[in-house]
C-alpha cells in the first residue's frame, strides 16, 4: 500500500517525502479530532469497579 502511495505521489524523492509528512500528519489530525472523541464514549475504560467490602485487617 505504501508503495502504491509513494509511486503516485508526484516530485522527486525529497518532494514526495514532505508530501507524505503532510499527509500522515493530517491523518493525525483527523483522528485526534474526530474518531478518537466520537469512539471514547464506547470503550469500556471508565468503567472502573472498587470493592471496599474487602479491606485487609491487620
Known sequence: ??????????GNAWVKALISLV???????LLFQ??????????PFNDVTVDN???VTR
Open 1 to 10: 500500500m505504501y508503495a502504491w502511495i509513494w509511486r503516485h505521489l508526484p
Open 53 to 55: 467490602g474487602m479491606a
Open 23 to 29: 499527509l500522515g500528519l493530517g491523518v493525525v489530525y
Open 34 to 43: 474526530y474518531v478518537f472523541p466520537w469512539a471514547e464514549p464506547l470503550l
